[in-house]
Structures are given as C-alpha cells and as structure tokens.
C-alpha cells in the first residue's frame, strides 16, 4: 500500500472508528456512514477523498478493515470501533480451541492479573494464529502472545464473534483462560 492510501486507511480508520463527529460525519448503530457525507466531510477537513479511492484503499487494506455496501453508497470500519453509538451485531460463532492475543511485553503483568478487556473499544480482539498475533503485538512495544481457551470459554457462557476481517471478538478474557506461549526459539 502506497503511503497515501496508509495516510487515508489511518484517516478513514479514525473517524469510522473513533470520531466521526470531527468531519460531521453520523454513524448508523451498525457503522455505516453514506460515502458521499464521507467525501464532504472529508474536504472540508483537508483531505480529498473520491470513490475510486475509498474503493482502492478499502480493497488494498491488508487486515480488510472496511467494507462497502453493495450499492456503493456506504462504507463502514468492520471493527474496532470506540464510540457509543454504533454496536456492530455480529453474528455468534463457535470459536476454535484455542485463539491468540498479542500484547507489549510491559502490558503482560496486568493483563495476567486482570485478564484482557476492551479498553477503548467495544471488544477484545483475538487471532486466529500466532503469527498475526506476534504481528499485533509489535505495535505496542517488545511482542508477547497469549494462547486463550477460547472454547474453554464458550462452554462457560461467553460468547464469541467474527468480524468481516476475521478478527475474533469478545467482550473480555479472564486471566484463568489465558497461557502464556513461549517465545519462538
């Protein structure tokens, strides 16, 4: 991905998650926003956005994290999202048994402690391999990965999603699910 189309997937990622409100942009409760507010918002902030563009960026989005609608009216962030008006409805699924979560070493102590939650976001995000996992993780800081039973999980009542992308979700993980996996020799 070229560093505009990374400088307008940040963009678009920010205020499809986080604050539409800066471009005077509203979110439907599943996350919608209708492209041509987008594009307008968008200008009048600085940046010029047209749909051959969006459509780029969204295809060309390694982790898929945008979709469009059918009739190409509207696009929404498929995940992630920090405000409270939109609550995605995903669908639950039954997770495999075990799914990966990846973290800064300096966050380790607490989340082992406390389990993983949400913070900001509306989910804990979970992989389906480590190696995405290790990926996230490097983000933050030095990588670690949890290992977390997330079947285990599910036959104890919590419940499990899948995002558009294939990010897992959940709304949080205890510490007694959790298994620190070794580093990578």
């Known amino acids: 991905?070229?560093?505009h189309h990374?400088?307008?997937?940040?963009?678009?990622?920010?205020v499809l998650r986080h604050e539409p409100q800066t471009i005077g942009l509203t979110l439907d409760s599943e996350g919608w926003a209708e492209i041509d507010a987008l594009i307008a918002g968008a200008k009048a902030a600085g940046k010029e956005l047209d749909l051959a563009l969006i459509r780029e960026?969204?295809?060309s989005s390694d982790k898929k994290r945008?979709?469009?609608?059918?009739?190409?009216?509207?696009?929404?962030?498929?995940?992630?999202?920090?405000t409270a008006t939109v609550a995605v409805q995903h669908k639950a699924k039954e997770p495999p048994e075990f799914l990966y979560h990846g973290t800064a070493t300096r966050f380790l102590d607490s989340i082992l402690a406390?389990?993983?939650r949400p913070g900001q976001r509306h989910h804990v995000h979970l992989s389906q391999?480590?190696?995405?996992?290790?990926?996230?993780g490097?983000?933050?800081?030095?990588?670690?990965v949890l290992k977390i039973k997330a079947r285990l999980m599910q036959q104890q009542g919590f419940g499990f999603f899948q995002?558009?992308?294939?990010?897992?979700?959940?709304?949080?993980?205890?510490?007694?699910?959790?298994?620190?996996?070794?580093e990578p020799s």
């Open 1 to 3: 991905m070229s560093n």
């Open 57 to 59: 960026v969204a295809a």
């Open 163 to 182: 995002a558009d992308n294939g990010v897992w979700l959940t709304a949080n993980v205890p510490a007694s699910f959790l298994v620190l996996q070794p």
């Open 129 to 136: 391999d480590i190696a995405t996992a290790t990926t996230v």
């Open 66 to 82: 945008f979709a469009i609608s059918e009739n190409e009216q509207r696009i929404r962030a498929v995940q992630g999202h920090s």
């Open 114 to 116: 406390e389990g993983l």
């Open 6 to 14: 990374t400088d307008i997937s940040k963009f678009l990622s920010y």
């Open 138 to 144: 490097q983000r933050h800081g030095k990588p670690v």
